[in-house]
């Protein structure tokens, strides 16, 4: 186990294999060393991954269990090449995903984090009322990447009266949403631009200074998907001068290092990367990692590879 994964499932996974806890280890390096061939599989997440030397080091390895939809930080080309299978964790997570991709819209929109601050730190007595915010209802939502991920939020946006057309690298069969094949043009249409896309070289900074002035004043960046998908320096940039009205952020480019530009801000709300983070949906995430690897072991199958 390169990361830690809910313990009922830990304990679980405990009961079958034999466990290495590489995160806990004193020395990684010389723990390595010593297990390395005994490895058949591994257990990686967000925030410990697999690299290609990693793989390269564990002669025995045969399949990669990953806790979490994003993939971006296991190198599958080198688990493919090497015949190691790769399994995520898809599904599960979507509508815990686009419910925090809704609540950081209604957090910027309604100013939510901002007047829960101003009622315990006694502004509201002191100053008066808050500074009015802005509604939902009318607005547009433009989501780049319409994955599972994606079309929740939009059913969820158009509960709230908000207007949905998408970005993609090709337009999906069988959805009435509008589809814009470029990127800012879907932009300037947007009030609101919500990242939903996965993280690859393709999507890399995708969100850039000119995306950023194409969404305008009065536009909003969502993002729930990865954090390098936004130059964030450009985006520090339009939140400071006021390219952009504001921002609903997840995910950053170098967790849990979060730029204190960002964290000065007022047009922000920040979460510590938390869409999947419930109860019920990290177990459901865990049980897959643990299902993929029992059924691997035992009949040579999985449920979920990538
Ligand atoms: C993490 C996520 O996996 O699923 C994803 O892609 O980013 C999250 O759900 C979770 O934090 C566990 O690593």
């Given at each position: 186990m390169m990361g830690p994964i809910p313990l009922a499932q830990a304990e679980e996974l405990e009961k079958i294999f034999h466990i290495h806890r590489l995160w806990q280890a004193q020395d990684p390096e010389k723990k390595l060393k010593e297990v390395r061939n005994d490895i058949t599989g591994v257990v990686s997440t967000a925030w410990f991954g697999v690299s290609g030397k990693l793989i390269k080091a564990l002669p025995n390895l045969e399949i990669i269990s990953h806790f979490g939809v994003g993939y971006d930080n296991v190198?599958?080309?080198?688990?493919?090449?090497?015949?190691?299978?790769?399994?995520?964790?898809?599904?599960?997570?979507?509508?815990?995903?686009?419910?925090?991709?809704?609540?950081?819209?209604?957090?910027?929109?309604?100013?939510?984090?901002?007047?829960?601050?101003?009622?315990?730190?006694?502004?509201?007595?002191?100053?008066?009322?808050l500074p009015m915010g802005r509604g939902l209802r009318g607005k547009k939502m433009g989501i780049v990447g319409l994955g599972r991920i994606g079309q929740a939020v939009a059913k969820r946006a158009q509960a709230f009266g908000i207007e949905v057309s998408y970005h993609g690298p090709k337009k999906k069969k069988g959805v009435a949403y509008p589809f814009h094949a470029?990127?800012?043009?879907?932009?300037?249409?947007?009030?609101?631009?919500?990242?939903?896309?996965?993280?690859?070289?393709?999507?890399?900074?995708?969100?850039n200074a000119k995306v950023l002035k194409a969404l305008?004043?009065?536009?909003?960046?969502?993002?729930?998907?990865?954090?390098?998908?936004?130059?964030?320096?450009?985006?520090?940039?339009?939140?400071?001068?006021?390219?952009?009205?504001?921002?609903?952020?997840?995910?950053?480019?170098?967790?849990p290092d979060v730029p204190?530009?960002?964290?000065?801000?007022?047009?922000?709300?920040?979460?510590?990367?938390?869409?999947?983070?419930?109860?019920?949906?990290?177990?459901?995430?865990?049980?897959?990692?643990?299902?993929?690897?029992?059924?691997?072991?035992?009949?040579?199958?999985?449920?979920?590879?990538?």
């Open positions: 190198d599958v080309l080198a688990a493919k090449k090497r015949g190691v299978i790769v399994t995520n964790t898809p599904d599960v997570l979507t509508d815990d995903t686009a419910d925090v991709g809704m609540g950081l819209v209604l957090a910027v929109f309604r100013r939510l984090v901002e007047g829960d601050i101003y009622v315990r730190s006694g502004q509201w007595a002191k100053k008066g009322a470029g990127l800012e043009a879907l932009a300037k249409a947007s009030d609101i631009l919500m990242i939903t896309c996965p993280y690859n070289a393709d999507t890399h900074h995708l969100i305008g004043k009065q536009g909003v960046l969502i993002n729930i998907a990865r954090g390098k998908i936004v130059d964030e320096k450009a985006l520090i940039d339009a939140l400071e001068n006021g390219v952009v009205y504001g921002a609903g952020l997840d995910v950053f480019e170098n967790e204190s530009a960002l964290c000065r801000l007022d047009n922000v709300v920040l979460q510590p990367h938390v869409g999947s983070a419930t109860a019920e949906t990290r177990a459901a995430m865990a049980q897959l990692v643990v299902d993929n690897l029992r059924l691997y072991f035992e009949k040579a199958e999985v449920l979920t590879p990538v």
